[in-house]
Nanobody, 116 residues
Framework: QVQVVESGGGLVQPGGSLRLSCVVSGGIFSILRMGWYRQAAGKQRELVADIRSGGSTNYVDSVKGRFTISRDNTKNTVYLQMNSLKPEDTAVYYC??????????WGQGTQVTVSS
């Protein structure tokens, strides 16, 4: 059974940093796309960043220059390094993987709260 497990969320002050991790297990040997979404209270879920198997990346404009997505294919893990965090980054962050076309999985989410 495929499992997608996020970690690394928490409470941080504005300007601080956090690193999210997402580990995929359960028989997945290659993943086309790995991404991070977030959903703030009362808002729709939005794509934050994603990374393809070849290494190309995509970011939402609001995090460009502050967040960095990376992946370790040997560990089936994707990371999101978040720097210069702002209160508006507060949300539940979800890991999303696409092993192949028309197949995807979500993690359970990890809370990120940016507050003084």
């Amino acid at each position: 059974q495929v499992q997608v497990v996020e970690s690394g969320g928490g409470l941080v002050q504005p300007g601080g940093s956090l690193r999210l991790s997402c580990v995929v297990s359960g028989g997945i040997f290659s993943i086309l796309r790995m991404g991070w979404y977030r959903q703030a209270a009362g808002k729709q879920r939005e794509l934050v960043a994603d990374i393809r198997s070849g290494g190309s990346t995509n970011y939402v404009d609001s995090v460009k220059g502050r967040f960095t997505i990376s992946r370790d294919n040997t560990k089936n893990t994707v990371y999101l390094q978040m720097n210069s965090l702002k209160p508006e980054d507060t949300a539940v962050y979800y890991c999303h993987i696409v092993p192949q076309v028309s197949l995807d999985y979500w993690g359970q989410g990890t809370q990120v709260t940016v507050s003084s």
